[in-house]
């Protein structure tokens, strides 16, 4: 085999991706660029505006809006998951009964679509006759406004996302967990360590990767919330959970507004990387083994 | 008795992840005056909120799309990214280097940019309200390559030696020898493929308006927020009717979905 024929079969085989990358993904880029200096409907002619977008949207409230809804969402939903999943991942790597079974019905709500997720979870809050109301009056509670009450439906939705998705992490922390050696723990044993203090001190230092991986995950997801309050709330009560992605859409697919939509899509994923780096610094430790 | 009471606790707990499922189907079979009862089982059983569905939106008819559009991609994206996955990892050539840093950063670039360009592009190429608009942009992704080529890195060499001097070509090789020995990494990334795809949601929102190119997704999406069914059990039946296919494909596979996953999670 000579180097040649290595060159060749090697472009040909790249080719397919060569294409896909340069119309799909680098000439997107590229174009939202222009468009975010333009202001354009789609039908008419492009308009050349300069940074009309940009001030336009340092002064556009339901922006900022939209951000502080998915940062209240990512302040309830990222430590609810990552405590639960952990629980329930360190339960799950002991010797259970029926291991298997559990792992998969923690996991059912991960692989069903999130419209079915959201269409359940609407009912269940429903006011008059959701099944959580109707718990809470059968024990004389008072009924609780979950997507009625502005300060609550963005929460709501922060639980019913956790509940979708906290099978998954799950089992991320279980791979994470099985790959810690055991050696740890009985040297732990051996120094008379209590089962908190080897928790605190050996599980949660060696799948710290882990936790950054679940961390960025949910910060990502998070930023792509959409399906959930377009179906369940339509960004109501009061904007309260207008997610960045739902405004986006809104702004593209309600108004025509293309060069502020690409605006949108390029601060938002702006705040995303700004969000990820604040995360690694804080939490990305160094392992020693 | 503490090991008993431990086994009770999980069990509630992991029956709360089933619970809402049950009571949707139930919800679905039954009057609704009855809909805010806990218990699933109820004397009026009925299926007219099944019919209503069907008399409502051509729901058979997104279910076949969104089976074309899911098996499409998914058959491409195993064929194209394990083809450039194999490149990477086996090949030297020149730029291999270059390939393998554009793919990393196609990983990174977030959806919410390419989102608008990616509409205007499929309004250029007059593509909304089509199959293709669907398929297209989806044919491979990156992620795929990527799995692809750390599995295929550990491939023995001596095989691959071995093959190329029964004058077998790059392609066979790949197809005859590596695909059929790397069973794990197709089922992965088909599985992963195939479900983000069939759940997807906002591309077809936003290509598609058409009722009858829709996927399933966005047709009960529409169906739930588009005031065609006021009646919560019609909509929660056609939230069953989407939930049922991969319910029933999870229940048997189950262990693959899991294990595809949590290998998706240690990449990222």
């Not at chain 1, 994923?269 to 700004?274: K, L, Q, Y």
């Not at chain 2, 950063?105 to 990616?118: A, D, G, K, V």
């Not at chain 2, 020995?181 to 936003?206: K, Q, R, Y």
């Amino acid at each position: 085999m000579n180097k040649y024929e290595n060159n060749r079969v090697g472009y040909l085989m790249g080719l397919p991706y060569i294409i896909f990358f340069l119309l799909f993904v680098a000439y997107p880029l590229i174009f939202s660029f222009i468009l975010v200096f333009h202001k354009w409907d789609i039908i008419g002619p492009m308009n050349f505006v300069g940074f009309v977008n940009f001030s336009h949207l340092l002064h556009d409230s339901l922006f900022w809006k939209s951000l502080g809804n998915t940062l209240i969402f990512l302040a309830i939903h990222i430590p609810l998951q990552i405590i639960i999943a952990l629980v329930i991942a360190n339960i799950l790597n002991q010797k259970i009964v029926a291991r298997g079974f559990f792992r998969a019905a923690f996991f059912l709500p991960v692989v069903i679509s999130g419209v079915v997720v959201t269409m359940i979870w609407q009912q269940l809050y429903s006011q008059e006759t959701g099944l959580f109301n109707m718990l809470l009056s059968k024990i004389s509670l008072p009924k609780i406004p979950w997507l009625i009450s502005t300060k609550l439906a963005m929460p709501s939705i922060a639980i019913m996302a956790t509940w979708k998705n906290v099978g998954l992490y799950i089992v991320l922390f279980l791979a994470g967990l099985q790959n810690v050696p055991v050696s740890l723990y009985e040297a732990a044993d051996l120094d008379g360590a209590t089962g908190v203090q080897k928790f605190l001190h050996i599980t949660i230092p060696m799948i710290n990767p882990t936790i950054i991986m679940v961390l960025i995950l949910s910060t990502l997801g998070g930023f792509s919330l959409f399906i959930e309050p377009y179906v369940m709330t339509g960004g109501g009560p009061m904007n309260s959970t207008l997610s960045c992605v739902l405004y986006i859409y809104k702004q593209a697919f309600y108004f025509n507004h293309m060069g502020y939509a690409a605006t949108l899509g390029f601060a938002v994923a702006f705040i995303i990387m700004i969000v990820v780096i604040i995360q690694r610094r804080l939490f990305e430790t160094e392992i020693y083994t | 008795m503490k090991k008993v009471l431990f086994y009770i606790v999980l069990s509630l707990v992991a029956l709360s992840f089933i619970y809402p499922f049950i009571w949707m189907v139930s919800a679905t079979l039954r009057p609704e005056s009855e809909l805010s009862n806990l218990s699933p089982i109820s004397r009026n059983f009925s299926t007219s909120n099944y019919r209503s569905v069907l008399e409502k939106i051509p729901i058979g008819r997104a279910f076949l799309n969104s089976l074309f559009v899911s098996c499409s991609i998914t058959l491409s994206v195993l064929v194209f990214a394990s083809m450039i996955g194999y490149a990477l990892a086996r090949l030297k050539f020149i730029g291999r280097e270059l390939i393998f840093m554009v793919i990393l950063f196609t990983m990174m670039i977030p959806f919410q940019i390419t989102l608008i360009p990616l509409y205007v592009l499929m309004v250029k190429f007059g593509w909304t309200d089509t199959y293709q608009a669907l398929i297209v942009p989806g044919m491979i992704s990156a992620f795929g390559i990527l799995l692809f080529t750390q599995y295929f890195k550990a491939f023995p060499q001596s095989i691959i030696d071995a093959a190329r001097m029964d004058g077998c070509s790059d392609l066979g090789i790949l197809f005859r020898i590596v695909w059929p020995n790397s069973i794990p990494a197709l089922v992965t990334v088909g599985i992963i493929t195939f479900m983000n795809t069939w759940n997807d949601i906002l591309w077809p929102l936003v290509v598609i308006r058409k009722q009858s190119i829709m996927t399933m997704p966005q047709m009960v999406t529409l169906f739930a927020v588009g005031g065609q069914a006021p009646q919560v059990g019609v909509q929660l039946a056609s939230a069953t009717m989407l939930a049922a296919p991969i319910v029933i494909v999870y229940s048997i596979f189950q262990r693959y979905f899991i294990a595809s996953m949590a290998r998706t999670g240690l990449k990222g």
